[in-house]
T-cell receptor, first 116, second 112 residues
Framework: DAGVTQSPTHLIKTRGQQVTLRCSPKSGHDTVSWYQQALGQGPQFIFQYYEEEERQRGNFPDRFSGHQFPNYSSELNVNALLLGDSALYLC???????????????FGSGTRLTVV | GENVEQHPSTLSVQEGDSAVIKCTYSDSASNYFPWYKQELGKRPQLIIDIRSNVGEKKDQRIAVTLNKTAKHFSLHITETQPEDSAVYFCAASQAYLNKFYFGSGTKLNVKP
C-alpha cells in the first residue's frame, strides 16, 4: 500500500456536469499534486496544493479547480465536463522540503473518469 | 515550459535481451530525471532516478544515463524478463518543485 488514497475509483458523468475527486496524502506529506492521464499518454500536471493554497498550476482551464484541507487532503473539481475530460486522474503527495522528490513522491491509484 | 519527448512508443524484445528507451528535454533548468513503470490499471512506480550532477546510475538490471549538454537521458534494462512488460515513463523536474513533466510513455513487451 503506497499510502495515498483516492476516491472514487471509477466515475461516469454526463457532459456539462460537475465532478469532485478526492485524495488523502501519505502520512507525513504536506503537498498534493494532481495529474490528468489520458489514455495512452503520460500524466500531465494540473496543479499543486501546499498550506491550503494553490502553489503551482499547469496549462489547464479554470474549469479545473481544487482545494486542500487543514489535514492535507485535497479535492479536484471539474465543472462543465467535456468528453475530452475523460481520463485517469492521479493524485501524488510529497513533502515540499524534499529537494528531489523521487522516492518521496507517492502516487495514488487514480480515479478513472468517463464523460458520456 | 518544459517539453519531454520519449521514444520509442512501443518496444518488443525477447526475454534476455536488452531494452533502451530514450528521452529528450528542453528546459536546461531541469535537474532531476525519474523513470516510472506503470502496469495496466496500476499507479506509476518509481524505478530509478538521476540528478543532473551525475552522468550514470545503475541499480541491478536497470541503468540510466544523462547527457546534460545534449539534453537527453536514457533507460537501459538488461536481461529483460516477462515481468518487465509494462509502460515506462521518463520525467523531468527541478529541485523543490515537486512537479514532473512526463514523456508520452513506452510500452515494453518482453516475449518469453
Amino acid at each position: 500500500d503506497a499510502g495515498v488514497t483516492q476516491s472514487p475509483t471509477h466515475l461516469i458523468k454526463t457532459r456539462g456536469q460537475q465532478v469532485t475527486l478526492r485524495c488523502s496524502p501519505k502520512s507525513g506529506h504536506d503537498t498534493v499534486s494532481w495529474y490528468q492521464q489520458a489514455l495512452g499518454q503520460g500524466p500531465q500536471f494540473i496543479f499543486q496544493y501546499y498550506e491550503e493554497e494553490e502553489r503551482q498550476r499547469g496549462n489547464f482551464p479554470d474549469r479545473f479547480s481544487g482545494h486542500q484541507f487543514p489535514n492535507y487532503s485535497s479535492e479536484l473539481n471539474v465543472n462543465a465536463l467535456l468528453l475530452g475530460d475523460s481520463a485517469l486522474y492521479l493524485c501524488a503527495s510529497s513533502r515540499l522540503s524534499t529537494a528531489f522528490s523521487g522516492y518521496g513522491y507517492t502516487f495514488g491509484s487514480g480515479t478513472r473518469l468517463t464523460v458520456v | 515550459g518544459e517539453n519531454v519527448e520519449q521514444h520509442p512508443s512501443t518496444l518488443s524484445v525477447q526475454e534476455g535481451d536488452s531494452a533502451v528507451i530514450k528521452c529528450t528535454y528542453s528546459d536546461s533548468a531541469s535537474n532531476y530525471f525519474p523513470w516510472y513503470k506503470q502496469e495496466l490499471g496500476k499507479r506509476p512506480q518509481l524505478i530509478i532516478d538521476i540528478r543532473s550532477n551525475v552522468g550514470e546510475k545503475k541499480d541491478q538490471r536497470i541503468a540510466v544515463t544523462l547527457n546534460k549538454t545534449a539534453k537527453h537521458f536514457s533507460l537501459h534494462i538488461t536481461e529483460t524478463q516477462p515481468e518487465d512488460s509494462a509502460v515506462y515513463f521518463c520525467a523531468a523536474s527541478q529541485a523543490y518543485l515537486n512537479k514532473f513533466y512526463f514523456g508520452s510513455g513506452t510500452k515494453l513487451n518482453v516475449k518469453p
